[in-house]
């Protein structure tokens, strides 16, 4: 079924002209219709409008249109429902954006359609990217493919469910501080956030400006090898973009890691840590170990205080940006006898619990006289946190750590404990503080029930090539990422 | 410190944002729990450090100033909840 393809072997498939984009297309929206009632990855696709864009992928085949230069040429590729798409819903799952309508193509939407990707479907997420669960969503919860009664983690959970359960070839989330790893983590497929600045933001809905990156859900390294090297780039729309060149990220897959260092920070490998993650973990440090990598201890001692200052700097940034949703200019409106009362009638109506709570938060913390207490503490802090790692990869190539403490948690069971959620990012908040890549990478399973537990690689800015060879390396000696969930959900 | 409590009341109105009574209430609460949390920043010494803001710092980023293609009028619009004439319709500002 073409469904379960990765990109590189799809590609290799249409360029044989045995199969058409047309039939990978269908075989996805296939699967949708089969197993989407109860993972509900998806809050809505445009079936004509993927196969109108598989049709011009066809007679671009027929030209010999994959050998050249379009490495995505029939691809499908879902998007999170964060990144605008020209013609299609963008809601962020959340209420407040009412029927919104993108009227432009996000930069990496520009970027995959000029490689020949097919992009399609709205995935679910938590409203406005917060959240650890995909709970927080206006349209309803996401379930785990491996089992449905547990979370898909968050906040791309709908982008991890629909690679896990083979309803598209790839996907695009975004990460402010894990939401593409921790779900890739829970739901077993590979979750690249890249560093910040390599791949541009035009067109991504802002949540942290100084933490949010796009990224990519696929079913191996390689693959999101391809999709990097589609996506990133300088761009004159975003002025955070970097203008830093784009290698061809899959020629760094060579196998070898032989002498490469790999960092293992002791304070990662402590509380909360379920056994079972840590002994999956263990096996996949000592697998590096027998690939010829040198594993050498490290600290990074601010760790415990990454989480606090992520809750301060995220929430103060989003409770800016999330004040242009205020019903004048797009969106629902809830009508008030004057503008204030517009505004807040319209919030009030339109935001989740879990947004409210962050944008409250976040005014808190900036408002007058507390700001020096808080949000420039936290910054201050950020800076000793990106010390930290700065001081580390001057003697690592990479850092290896779980990606989660624990595999995925029952829906529901941390839902009305904001802080414990908050807190199942511990082993992933940090990259997004220093701005660095990160990686995960499914690594083992748990016994009962099976569940997926990920491995997360971090590298310096701009180290995605070493994140990608190693992570290629370890996924040809190992079979983790083969498997697939069960094939009918319950 | 540890038993800081949030305005809810007054922050909400700061943020534009309306909160039934249940809300607010939640919100001191669990704000309460987060507030005892991240006070543990105050165990640092930070004394020197420079603050980050941005993780890549790129400052005095430019572009020509050249005019180039922009959203059409009708596209900007498309997406308001109440428009007329090419405008976006409030309710009365001044008196």
Known sequence: ?490 | MASAEIDVKYVAHLARLALTPDEEKKLTSQLGDILGYIVKLKELEVAGVEPTAHAVPMVNVTRPDEIRPSLPHDEALRNAPARANGLFIVPKIVE
Not at chain 1, 324 to 342: H, K, M, S, T, W
Request: charged content about 20%; hydrophobic content about 40%.
């Open chain 1, 1 to 490: 079924m073409l469904n379960q393809l990765t990109i590189s072997e799809l590609t290799a498939e249409l360029a044989t002209r045995k199969v058409s984009a047309r039939e990978a297309v269908q075989s996805c929206l296939d699967q949708i219709a089969r197993v989407d009632g109860k993972i509900h990855a998806f809050i809505s696709h445009d079936d004509a409008d993927a196969l109108a864009q598989a049709e011009a992928a066809d007679k671009l085949l027929a030209q010999g249109g994959a050998n050249a230069g379009l490495p995505l040429l029939g691809v499908p590729v879902a998007i999170k429902d964060v990144i605008a798409v020209k013609n299609q819903p963008l809601n962020c799952g959340s209420k407040i954006l009412g029927r919104f309508v993108s009227p432009y193509d996000a930069t990496v939407i520009e970027k995959l359609r000029a490689a020949g990707a097919i992009v399609f479907g709205r995935l679910n997420m938590d409203e406005f990217a917060m959240g650890s669960s995909t709970e927080n969503s206006a349209f309803g919860v996401t379930h785990n493919p491996w089992d449905p009664t547990r979370i898909p983690g968050g906040s791309s959970g709908g982008s991890a469910a629909a690679v896990a359960a083979d309803e598209t070839i790839a996907a695009l989330g975004s990460d402010t501080g894990g939401s593409i790893r921790q779900p890739a983590a829970l739901c077993g497929c590979v979750g690249l956030k890249p560093t910040y600045g390599r791949v541009s933001r035009y067109g991504l809905v802002a949540f942290a400006s100084s933490l949010d990156q796009i990224g990519t859900f696929t079913k191996n390294i390689r693959d999101a090898a391809t999709m990097l090297s589609v996506i990133s780039g300088p761009d004159a729309r975003d002025s955070t973009s970097v203008p830093q060149p784009v290698p061809d990220y899959t020629a760094t897959l060579t196998g070898d890691i032989k002498g490469l260092k790999l960092g293992l920070p002791r304070e990662y490998m402590v509380g909360g840590l379920d056994a079972e993650v840590k002994a999956a973990v263990d096996a996949a440090v000592k697998q590096f170990e027998k690939l010829g990598a040198e594993i050498v201890e490290i600290s990074l001692p601010h760790t415990d205080y990454a989480v606090a200052t992520y809750y301060i700097i995220a929430t103060a940034e989003a409770s800016a940006n999330l004040a242009r949703f205020d019903g004048i200019r797009y969106g629902a409106r809830v009508d008030g006898n004057d503008p204030i009362e517009l505004y807040s009638k319209t919030r009030g109506a339109g935001f989740g619990a879990e947004v409210k709570r962050r944008i409250i938060l976040g005014t808190y913390v900036l408002s007058s006289g507390y700001y020096d207490a808080y949000y420039l503490r936290a910054q201050k802090v950020r800076t000793l946190i990106r010390q930290d790692f700065l001081k580390a990869f001057e003697n690592v190539d990479a850092i290896v750590t779980p990606t989660s403490p624990t595999a995925a948690f029952k829906i529901g069971e941390k839902a009305d404990d904001p802080l414990q959620m908050y807190l199942s990012d511990i082993f992933t908040i940090s990259c997004n503080l220093a701005g660095i890549c990160g990686v995960s990478l499914p690594c083992g399973f748990t016994q009962s029930p099976k569940l997926p537990i990920g491995l997360q690689l971090l590298g310096k800015p701009f180290g995605e090539e070493i994140l990608l060879r190693l992570g290629h390396a370890y996924e040809q000696s190992t079979p983790w990422h083969r498997e697939k969930p069960p094939p009918d959900p319950r």
